[in-house]
C-alpha cells in the first residue's frame, strides 16, 4: 500500500526574543471575554454585561479569599465621639463585616464589646451618657459606640473579608480581576443567562463553572494558609 502524505508549512520557530502578549486583567478586558463567550458580536449586551459583572463582584465579596481577608484595625477613640467612620481610619468603610469589636484595657488584656442591633441601639445613642464603651453597632459604613467614650480608648476591629477598592477604569487592574477573573466571569454569565438571556441550560452549565471556580480560590487560599482540610459551603 501506498503511503501518501500532506506536506505541511510552518511559520518557523518562536524567535528567543519575541514576547508572549499577555492580556491585562481589566474590566474591558473581561467585557470583551464574555462578550465572545455568549455570541455577541453586536455589542447588544454590553451594558448588562457590566451590571452583571458588578453583581458577580457584589456576591464573592462576602467570601474570604487571600486578597480580600481579615484583618486587624486598631483606632483610638476621642472624648465625646461616639460615631467612628472612614475619616478615623478607612477599613470601617471597607470593611463587608465586622466580625468582633475590642476594647483594649491593657497590654495583654481586651474587653469584647457586645454587638447591638442598630435599631435598638438608635435610642441609647441619642442621651449624651459617656463612659467605657460596652456596645457597638455597625450600619451605614460607620461603628457606633455605646456609652459615648469619656475619654481615648484603643478598640480593636476584627474585619471580615474586606471590601475592596471600587473600579474607577475600565481599563484598571483591579484585584478581583487578577486575583479572581474566572470566578467572577462565571458568576456574570450565570446572572447574564439567568436574568437577561433566560437560557436555563446554559444558566446551568455557568453555574457549574462557578462552583468549581469557588472551590479552586478556596483551595487556593486555604494552601496559602496552610490549612490542610476545606470545608465545602453552597452560595
Not at 11 to 31: D, F
Not at 120 to 129: A, I, K
Not at 175 to 195: G, S, T
Request: hydrophobic residues 35%; contains cysteine; glycine residues 4%.
Amino acid at each position: 500500500m501506498a503511503r501518501h502524505y500532506i506536506r505541511v508549512r510552518t511559520g518557523g520557530p518562536i524567535p528567543a526574543g519575541q514576547n508572549v502578549y499577555r492580556h491585562r486583567k481589566t474590566l474591558s478586558h473581561l467585557v470583551s471575554v464574555i462578550q465572545d463567550e455568549i455570541d455577541d458580536t453586536g455589542d447588544e449586551y454590553i451594558a448588562q454585561i457590566q451590571e452583571s459583572i458588578f453583581a458577580a463582584i457584589r456576591f464573592c465579596e462576602r467570601e474570604n479569599f487571600y486578597f480580600n481577608e481579615s484583618r486587624d484595625v486598631v483606632f483610638t477613640t476621642q472624648a465625646g465621639k461616639g460615631v467612628y467612620d472612614a475619616s478615623d481610619t478607612r477599613h470601617i468603610e471597607s470593611a463587608v463585616k465586622i466580625k468582633s469589636v475590642y476594647l483594649i484595657s491593657g497590654q495583654d488584656h481586651k474587653l469584647a464589646l457586645e454587638l447591638k442591633d442598630h435599631v435598638s441601639l438608635e435610642p441609647l445613642l441619642r442621651s449624651d451618657q459617656q463612659g467605657t464603651p460596652v456596645y457597638y453597632s455597625y450600619f451605614d459604613r460607620k461603628l457606633h459606640l455605646y456609652p459615648t467614650p469619656d475619654r481615648a480608648y484603643q478598640i480593636q476591629l476584627l474585619l471580615s473579608p474586606l471590601r475592596l477598592a471600587e473600579i474607577e477604569s475600565v481599563d484598571e487592574e483591579h484585584p478581583w480581576f487578577v486575583h479572581a477573573f474566572d470566578l467572577i466571569k462565571a458568576r456574570a454569565k450565570y446572572e447574564l443567562y439567568k436574568n437577561i438571556l433566560k437560557d436555563p441550560d446554559c444558566a446551568t452549565a455557568a453555574y457549574n463553572d462557578f462552583n468549581e471556580q469557588l472551590y479552586e480560590l478556596r483551595a487556593e487560599t486555604s494552601q496559602r494558609h496552610n490549612v490542610s482540610k476545606i470545608i465545602p459551603t453552597d452560595f
